[in-house]
């Protein structure tokens, strides 16, 4: 049977976290739909054309060094804008939507374009200090040299631009359930997420 819990928001709202968990409590298969954008970006990087980067996206890709960095993070949001983009990658994720036993993915778009018809739909926010501090202390564990100031200018662009592209902007579905975790801990964001799906599976 499928099923599917969709989970939208901006760029480190705790979308990741919350999802992998959801996934695990339900026994449900997991898809970071950003990693997608990110693998694509990442070989326009090394000079691929944007389109033939997603149409051509492998399985080992979504594995690639540094595909967390923010550069990546910056050009997987410039090649998330162009539609044919989007749309080279649409196919797989409406899949692994309705696989059967159940689907958590997470990203921009999953509640309004990819799966419109997903049973459970969260949109994960926080303030813009709090997930770029959030972002920051991950980048940071990671190795990476950045600043707090640096990481911040990072999110707001790439909001701006996912929200202002025409071709699936992020914003909730209409029906979406809001979850601002900006004064939660992970805990209690988990928590939260996982009784919005209790009963319904
Ligand atoms: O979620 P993450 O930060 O890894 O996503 C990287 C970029 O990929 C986002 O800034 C956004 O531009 C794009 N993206 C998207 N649609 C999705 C998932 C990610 O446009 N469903």
Request: proline share 3%; charged share 30%.
């Amino acid at each position: 049977m499928a099923f599917t819990v969709a989970i939208d928001g901006p760029a480190a709202a705790g979308k990741g976290t919350i999802s992998r968990a959801v996934a695990t409590h339900f026994g449900f298969a997991h898809l970071d739909t950003g990693l997608l954008y990110r693998a694509t970006g990442r070989k326009t990087l090394d000079g691929t054309e944007p389109v033939a980067a997603a149409l051509g996206l492998e399985a080992s890709d979504l594995e690639a060094d540094n595909l967390r960095s923010p550069d990546v993070a910056q050009a997987a949001s410039r090649v998330a804008a162009i539609p044919e983009v989007r749309a080279a990658l649409l196919d797989f994720q409406r899949a692994f939507a309705r696989r059967d036993g159940g689907a958590v993915l997470d990203g921009r778009d999953i509640g309004t374009v990819i799966c419109p018809e997903a049973e459970v739909k969260l949109f994960v926010t926080a303030t813009d200090d709090v997930r770029a501090m959030r972002r920051f202390r991950e980048l940071e564990g990671k190795g990476f040299e950045t600043s707090f100031d640096e990481v911040l200018a990072d999110l707001r662009a790439r909001d701006a631009r996912d929200s202002a592209r025409s071709a699936a902007p992020l914003k909730p579905a209409d029906e979406a359930v809001l979850l601002d975790t900006s004064e939660m801990g992970i805990d209690d964001a988990v928590a939260a997420a996982i009784a919005q799906v209790t009963g319904r599976f």
